[in-house]
């Protein structure tokens, strides 16, 4: 079981990215993924999660309305795009996969990607 994060980089306030995390080595279908970040000194918190039943929650209440969540089972990859980026956004993004279910815990979470880093900055 694989996942590799991607498409994090260095974007002005007010910008827009989307992050990408493919699946390898198991079937995308029956998890969950969740975004999870973590920025200098702080804990890591669950930005937004996708279901095997393509249901999505978004735990951070600063993205709301500004990060969403979609998933292409066939291309085994889940996208977070991102816009009106803001410099409390800066940190490193990761996603996870679970079995079937969302969860805003990190504990609850299997399987881990390397991370991308995200900065915002002017």
């Known amino acids: 079981v694989q996942l590799q994060a991607f498409g994090g980089g260095l974007v002005q306030p007010g910008g827009s990215l989307r992050l990408s995390c493919a699946a390898s080595g198991f079937t995308l279908d029956n998890y969950a993924i969740g975004w999870f970040r973590q920025a200098p000194g702080k804990e890591r918190e669950g930005v937004s999660c996708i279901d095997s039943g393509h249901n999505s929650w978004t735990y951070a209440d600063s993205v709301k309305g500004r990060f969403t969540i979609s998933r292409d089972d066939v291309k085994s990859t889940v996208y977070l795009e991102m816009t009106s980026l803001k410099p409390e956004d800066t940190a490193i993004y990761y996603c996870?996969?679970?079995?079937?279910?969302?969860?805003?815990?990190?504990?609850?979470?299997?399987?881990w990607g390397q991370g991308t880093q995200v900065t915002v900055s002017s």
């Open positions: 996870a996969a679970r079995a079937y279910r969302c969860s805003a815990s990190r504990t609850a979470f299997n399987y």
